[in-house]
């Protein structure tokens, strides 16, 4: 296997612009997204996480079709409410228990965020072995939390090559990560080979491109939300969604 590219940039990281430091990962999925980014499970609103959350009534199909993608030949990043996620059997059991839903109110002095993460690979993707897979999914957290905690990004140099930058105005988990909402990352064997700097970019671009959509999908939701129905979510009114 090539060798992967080393990213000089991240030998002496500046010191972080805000309270902000960490991404926490563990424990923040209650369920699988399966079924939304896949054809072949499915799914009944009684499997539903929250089956009293906008639009949980809605068929299947129709619940996938509004899930934000964005696609790319070596990385495709899907979005979906955790709400829709399919729940598990046997609820889990301390200490793998999920963290609290809904997710509580961000506070600008918080030194950690949650971010639900998930991933999938199918054999026509990805056909490694464990280890490797591992690799692939710390190199994407790793990249996610440059983006988030130091506002990573990628500019070309007076030479032409890519070149990692830290832009101040760009860090803040608000400015990328939507609360109570899944990520789910379809990774190839690319990933692994890619020098840092251009997968660095790849997520920088589906994180905003999927921000900038899930507005619209949750306005859209909120249109479908029957009557009768109490959503364990927060309202709009009183959430931090951007």
Not at 8 to 35: D, Q, V, W, Y
Not at 48 to 70: E, N, V
Not at 159 to 175: L, S
Request: aromatic fraction near 8%; charge should be positive; charged fraction near 25%.
């Amino acid at each position: 296997m090539p060798h992967r590219l080393k990213c000089l940039e991240l030998k002496n990281l500046p010191r972080a612009p805000s309270p902000l430091k960490s991404i926490n990962f563990r424990h923040t999925t209650p369920g699988s997204g399966l079924a939304l980014v896949t054809n072949h499970q499915p799914q009944s609103t009684s499997e539903l996480f929250d089956p009293t959350y906008p639009g949980a009534h809605l068929p299947l199909g129709k619940r996938r079709s509004l899930a934000p993608r964005w696609i790319h030949p070596s990385l495709s990043l899907f979005a979906l409410p955790k709400a829709f996620l399919t729940k598990p059997d046997v609820p889990y059991p301390e200490p793998y228990k999920s963290r609290p839903y809904p997710e509580s109110l961000r506070r600008p002095e918080q030194r950690s965020v949650d971010m639900s993460m998930q991933f999938v690979s199918f054999k026509s993707h990805i056909v490694l072995k464990p280890v490797v897979r591992t690799k692939i999914k710390r190199r994407l957290r790793e990249v996610v939390k440059l983006i988030v905690t130091r506002g990573a990004a990628v500019e070309e140099s007076r030479t032409g090559q890519k070149v990692v930058v830290f832009r101040g105005e760009d860090v803040g988990a608000d400015k990328w990560i939507v609360p109570d909402w899944t990520y789910i990352a379809r990774p190839t064997t690319e990933l692994f080979r890619m020098p840092f700097a251009e997968l660095l970019d790849l997520m920088r671009k589906a994180l905003e491109s999927l921000h900038r959509r899930i507005p619209e999908v949750e306005s859209i939701l909120r249109r479908h939300r029957r009557p009768d129905a109490t959503s364990l979510v927060r309202s709009t009114a009183e959430s931090d969604i951007i």
